[in-house]
T-cell receptor, first 111, second 116 residues
């Protein structure tokens, strides 16, 4: 059973608009959450993270929101740019410092 | 340039023929790990190593072996590959095991393996 789920395999957004990528988890012991971005033929790269003691973390155009009661986090990209087109993975860390990844969401930003 | 290097990038082999995928990092990282990526399943951890001579199983270790004789190298060995090991493999490293903003995982560019 997947403990971290990204229920939208793909998302298409117009350039300049907001992209919202969602991630749900089941393990309440996860204490840290990360987002990774992956371009074709490359490995994932770290994008942004949030501790479970916070509900928001912002870095430039990227903001991650955490709703612990709903076991839900989201990544907001504003404004979206064509270069943001990639696959985005959310990941959660457990007490043993192990990362569990979601299945990924492919974001396409149309010019 | 700081990086994680995997070789080969592409590999096609037949069932049962032993193969090794190499991984090397030049950042003096303690922690190294192997993942496989399959459609809809995201990245699943195969094996990891917290330091030289210390390795442990991840979520899907069956059919794989690893070794960590030197800090910079962490090869993935498939003694008898089977078609269900056809996948995209990533090696990753981080300064410490702790995955956080100050110790994020750095990934290689991947090895696409096909076992026929």
């Amino acid at each position: 059973d997947q403990q971290v789920k990204q229920n939208s395999p793909s998302l298409s957004v117009q350039e300049g608009r907001i992209s919202i990528l969602n991630c749900d988890y089941t393990n309440s012991m996860f204490d840290y959450f990360l987002w990774y971005k992956k371009y074709p033929a490359e490995g994932p790269t770290f994008l942004i993270s949030i501790s479970s003691i916070k509900d928001k973390n912002e870095d430039g155009r990227f903001t991650v929101f955490l709703n612990k009661s709903a076991k839900h986090l989201s990544l907001h990209i504003v404004p979206s740019q064509p270069g943001d087109s990639a696959v985005y993975f959310c990941a959660a860390r457990n007490a043993g410092n192990m990362l569990t990844f979601g299945g990924g969401t492919r974001l396409m930003v149309k010019p | 340039e700081a990086q994680v290097t995997q070789n080969p990038r592409y590999l096609i082999t037949v069932t049962g023929k032993k193969l090794t995928v190499t991984c090397s990092q030049n950042m003096n990282h303690e922690y190294m790990s192997w993942y496989r990526q399959d459609p809809g399943l995201g990245l699943r951890q195969i094996y990891y190593s917290m330091n030289v001579e210390v390795t442990d199983k991840g979520d899907v270790p069956e059919g794989y072996k690893v070794s960590r004789k030197e800090k910079r190298n962490f090869p993935l060995i498939l003694e008898s590959p089977s078609p269900n090991q056809t996948s995209l493999y990533f090696c990753a490293s981080s300064l410490r095991q702790l995955s956080s903003y100050n110790s994020p995982l750095h990934f290689g560019n991947g090895t696409r393996l096909t076992v026929t």
